[in-house]
């Protein structure tokens, strides 16, 4: 039986007929309600951003997740986190850095801001100053299990890469709350300490690769809160048929009867099994069952329920502290007595470890030390075997004030978490065991039951108040949970204190059988090993214990006795024993022979039965005088072993155990002394005697003298070693936390620095791009640029820069002025630099290289992005092509100047090329002639001069194009009306840049008389 025991799942097998990779798109999303969307709380630290990216990356980018992701990370307290930013590149949901108090909304991942702790409270995110100093912060405990108390089932708990334990503790809560858990694979994470020590809690649902989880959460989210949830109030109706078949196959696999459980209980973690599975039958997950071992052994981890913690309600437990922590060892001898408690439903260890620790300080504080049996028991073997390593994570420095921390616990070299000190782990006896089936332990002082009893039924708590009872010792206390109580057993059990539900026991009537196996229901097939206490046989009450007695007294012929074992503890009388044996007063327990001997009968039936056990032969002590009614009586005593035979040989072997009879018969009186022998004789006879039995006493005495003086002399340097040891030992401790401490701080500032690590490496690749990107834009431009800072020292230039300027990659960090360039004339590149760096005025002007290309020189100052000048940039931009097209500009004004002339001349003008075709004609021509621009362009000279002039103007044409010059000279020349008339003609041969003629122009003016 447990209460607070580990219960989950590592990768299990999908139903066959679930794909386990994809969820139907329709589905992904949650529903609508407001409030109603699950809360994924992701963790991670050094190496989680990668697994982060991956994470991201895997979600679906079109369908809405439904979901709100709140991501925490060790991040440096006192550094800008890039998280947020780069974070961003991975999803297009929006990414928030958290401010205090924000709302969380679905379809939004909200980031940890840096040296802060964060909770959930009814849905919205505060801040909170961290509580723990910088090397100890466990930021994802704290808040998994903030979301786990604000959301309960609609919590979700995922761990990535990251050293140490944080987290783990967190994932209990969210389990014990019924959300889901998954972490991710150690051999994909680039730290895995994280990773594995949330799967050793045994709580994981699901094991994946980061890439791999957004598929199964989407699955199980659409599953759960989605469309399929909606169907109905209660999705799952699990019927009472398929419940027995699912206790059946519990049973026949762990061994154990969950059947009287709660079913409200039960009901709750089979439906989130067949949630985590999607399987929405209830026949269809016992079918599941049946085929899948692994999923029965996940089932019942599960219905093992909850979680536990040091010193969980502290409240409660000041109170144990101060109330039941002396009346434990009240009355109690530090030499003979011992201390005994039984934690029944352990679990991990915690709380029976929480007790040891105030157990050891109320012995330190007594300065005595008890013998101390503190027995932890639960039916979960994980649990009682990660109990029995007392290995801790380090988030229960959160449950365990400093002090206790520093003198109860030792921080693991690798920073794996705390190993309860030995001094406390040998107090303590782990062993798995089922509260409902096995015996119990017996003569406690202290039973604790805490957060067991409110998940069973009310039938099966009822059998277990008596057997409480049973196993207490006569005010006997019982330590029960909050939410607990011991029902209608108010006549077993008085209050203590009702808040803290601590009970005392109660004296019953004589008459009441307190046999445990009264309490118990009937064993199943396969006993479990039955719990024993220090140096005791407990025997089950089918051994035929009448028959061997009886059989054994017949054969000595003695009217009483008594079989007992070795302790002494009775287990048959025979015949009348009252003479011999009488009962103490209260409540007996286990009746023991040597407590209930009369007066002058105990001290030799206890060296008697040493005797025996020792020799296993007969011992026989005749005339002992045993105080009866008030008068003494002669009584010969036989202590004798019993050989038990076969006949004892039951479900758990105890034919080995050896039994003793003890036998008690009435010696005879001796014959009256005659008086005629009361004489000197008798006399002298008898101080004979007493002088012997005065020398045996005074032997033994001094033998008890000597035994004694070498005990203590023994004890005193035993003493005196162990003081030194552990004066050695606080030495070594002392400086052992000053080294653990160190070593957490170090640990903890080295996974902020490895998380700035990531953060600045992703950094530096984005300004690596950036930069190749500028040196390409700076090189497919073609403009040359030089950087120079304050001192006109060359910064950095481009390739084109190299040639206007003999620049080569050496040249970086010399002045510019040491630079031979390729400029004509331009020697004030330095001074105008530094004008420019002056007066904050930009430089600009011509210059032109030796090869004949011309640059546009500007010169501005270098600007950061917090506008501070730490330079210039000087810049050449080609514009030999504009200067080109300014040349041409201005031929084509000159002969735009020398069109205007000739169209605005009074005389006509012409040009006729060299085969006497014309190509232009003046306004004036027109005028002159009567045909029009365009008519003239089609003409030749030919059809301008009359038939008897052809040849003689050919013939001149001839000699222009020779390259001659005509003077002015009379001719006559035919006008569009077919009318001649006389002009004077002046024609000029146009020459082009080689020298050739290409036309001739003719000026023409019409002759008067007196021309």
Excluded at 95 to 116: G, K, Q, R
Excluded at 119 to 126: D, F
Aim: proline residues 5%; contains cysteine.
């Amino acid at each position: 039986m447990t209460k607070r025991s580990t219960g989950a799942l590592a990768t299990l097998p999908t139903p066959p007929s679930l794909d386990p990779g994809t969820a139907p798109a329709e589905e992904a999303a949650a529903p609508d309600s407001p409030g109603s969307f699950p809360i994924v709380g992701i963790g991670a630290s050094a190496g989680g951003l990668a697994a982060f990216e991956a994470f991201f990356a895997g979600m679906p980018k079109t369908v809405a997740s439904g979901m709100a992701f709140v991501l925490v990370q060790h991040l440096a307290p006192d550094h800008k986190s890039l998280l947020a930013e780069l974070i961003r590149r991975f999803t297009p949901m929006p990414v928030l850095e958290v401010e205090d108090s924000m709302t969380v909304a679905p379809n939004c991942v909200y980031i940890i801001t840096p040296n802060h702790d964060m909770a959930l409270i009814n849905g919205s995110l505060q801040l909170l100053a961290p509580g723990a100093p910088r090397g100890q912060r466990l930021p994802i405990d704290f808040f998994f299990k903030s979301l786990a108390a604000d959301q309960r089932e609609r919590a979700i708990g995922v761990v990535l890469s990251g050293t140490g334990s944080d987290g783990t503790l967190g994932l209990r809560a969210i389990k014990d709350a019924g959300g889901m858990v998954m972490v991710q694979t150690p051999e994909s994470a680039e730290f895995d300490g994280m990773p594995r020590s949330a799967i050793a809690t045994g709580l994981v649902d699901y094991q994946l690769d980061a890439k791999q989880m957004p598929a199964r959460l989407s699955s199980y989210v659409s599953y759960a809160f989605g469309k399929l949830a909606m169907l109905s109030d209660k999705p799952v109706v699990i019927n009472e048929s398929a419940l027995k078949r699912i206790f059946v196959l519990l049973r026949t696999q762990t061994k154990h009867d969950f059947s009287q459980y709660k079913p409200s209980t039960i009901q709750r973690r089979i439906e989130r099994r067949m949630s985590v599975h999607q399987i929405s039958q209830i026949d269809d997950y016992v079918r599941y069952l049946q085929h899948n071992s692994e999923e029965t052994q996940a089932l019942f981890r599960d219905l093992l329920i909850g979680v536990t913690n040091f010193f969980r309600d502290p409240e409660v437990f000041e109170v144990f502290e101060k109330q039941v922590v002396p009346m434990l060892f009240a009355g109690k001898s530090a030499a003979n007595d011992t201390v005994r408690i039984w934690v029944a439903g352990c679990s991990t260890g915690e709380e029976a470890y929480s007790i040891a620790i105030l157990l050891q300080e109320h012995m330190a504080t007594l300065q005595q030390s008890y013998t101390v049996q503190l027995f932890a028991t639960d039916i979960d073997s994980r649990a009682i075997a990660f109990a029995r390593a007392g290995l801790y994570p380090a988030g229960i420095a959160a449950d365990i004030s400093p002090p206790r921390l520093a003198r109860f616990f030792t921080a693991e070299p690798d920073g794996g978490g705390y190993r309860i000190h030995k001094s406390i782990r040998d107090m303590l006896v782990f062993s798995e065991q089922d509260l409902t089936r096995d015996p119990p332990f017996s003569r406690l002082d202290l039973i604790t039951c805490r957060n067991l009893l409110i998940y069973l039924g009310a039938e099966l708590q009822k059998r277990l108040m008596p057997l409480f009872h049973y196993a207490l010792n006569p005010q006997g206390l019982l330590f029960l949970g909050t939410s607990e109580g011991v029902g209608d057993a108010l006549t077993l059990f008085a209050s203590l204190d009702r808040k803290a539900k601590i009970y005392q026991r109660k004296a019953t009537e004589a008459g009441l059988s307190r046999s445990p196996g009264r309490f118990l229901p009937a064993p199943h097939t396969g006993q479990a090993t039955q719990p024993r206490g220090a140096g005791r046989e407990v025997f089950s009450a089918k051994l035929p214990l009448r028959e061997l007695t009886e059989q054994a007294m017949l054969a000595q012929v003695v009217p009483a006795g008594a079989l007992i074992n070795s302790l002494g503890d009775i287990l048959y009388l025979h015949g009348r024993t009252g003479m011999y044996l009488e009962t103490p007063p209260g409540e007996v327990g286990v009746a023991n022979i040597l407590k209930m001997a009369r007066e002058g009968l105990r001290p030799a039936l206890s060296n008697a039965l040493h005797r025996c056990v020792a020799q296993q032969e007969p011992v026989h002590i005749a005339g002992l005088h045993v105080k009866t009614n008030g008068h003494f009586s002669r009584v010969n005593l036989c202590v004798r072993p019993v050989a038990t035979g076969p006949a004892l040989a039951g479900p758990e072997s105890e034919s080995d155990a050896p039994l003793y009879l003890v036998l008690l018969e009435e010696a005879q009186q001796s014959e009256p002394v005659a008086p005629a022998l009361q004489n000197g004789a008798a006399t002298e006879t008898a101080a004979a005697q007493m002088r012997t039995l005065r020398e045996e006493l005074r032997a033994k005495d001094e033998y008890l003298q000597s035994t004694l003086e070498e005990l203590e002399s023994s004890n005193e340097e035993l003493k005196s070693s162990n003081e030194e040891m552990q004066s050695v030992n606080e030495e070594l401790q002392s400086t052992n936390e000053e080294l653990e401490t160190s070593k957490e701080e170090l640990q903890s500032v080295n996974e902020e620095l490895s998380t700035v690590n990531n953060e600045l490496n992703l950094k530096v690749d984005d300004l690596s791009r950036l930069n190749n990107d500028m040196n390409n834009l700076l090189a497919g431009t073609g403009i040359a640029t030089v950087f120079v800072d304050h001192n006109l020292r060359i910064l950095r230039f481009t390739p084109t820069a190299s040639q206007l300027i003999n620049l080569i990659s050496s040249d970086v960090g010399r002045p510019v002025g040491h630079i031979v360039s390729n400029l004509v004339g331009y020697t004030s590149l330095v001074s105008d630099a530094q004008a420019v760096l002056d007066t904050l005025v930009t430089k600009e002007v011509q210059v032109q290289t030796t090869d004949g290309a011309w640059f546009t020189l500007r010169i501005r100052p270098y600007r950061t992005l917090d506008n501070v000048i730490e330079g210039a940039v000087i810049t050449f931009s080609d514009i030999s092509e504009l200067k080109r097209t300014e040349a041409a500009l201005a031929q084509a004004n000159q002969l735009a100047r020398l069109a205007v002339v000739v169209r605005d001349a009074f005389d006509a003008i012409t040009m006729t090329d060299l085969e006497g075709r014309i190509l232009a004609w003046n306004p004036a021509a027109e005028r002159l002639y009567g045909w029009t621009e365009a008519q003239a362009l089609q003409m030749t000279l030919r059809e301008r001069i009359p038939p008897a002039l052809v040849n003689e103007a050919m013939h001149q044409l001839q000699q222009l194009s020779a390259g001659q010059v005509l003077a002015l000279y009379p001719t006559q020349r035919l006008t569009r009306s077919g009318q001649t008339v006389d002009v004077a003609l002046l024609a000029t041969a146009l020459i082009d840049t080689n020298g050739k003629v290409y036309a001739v122009t003719t000026t023409e003016r019409l002759r008067t008389s007196d021309s």
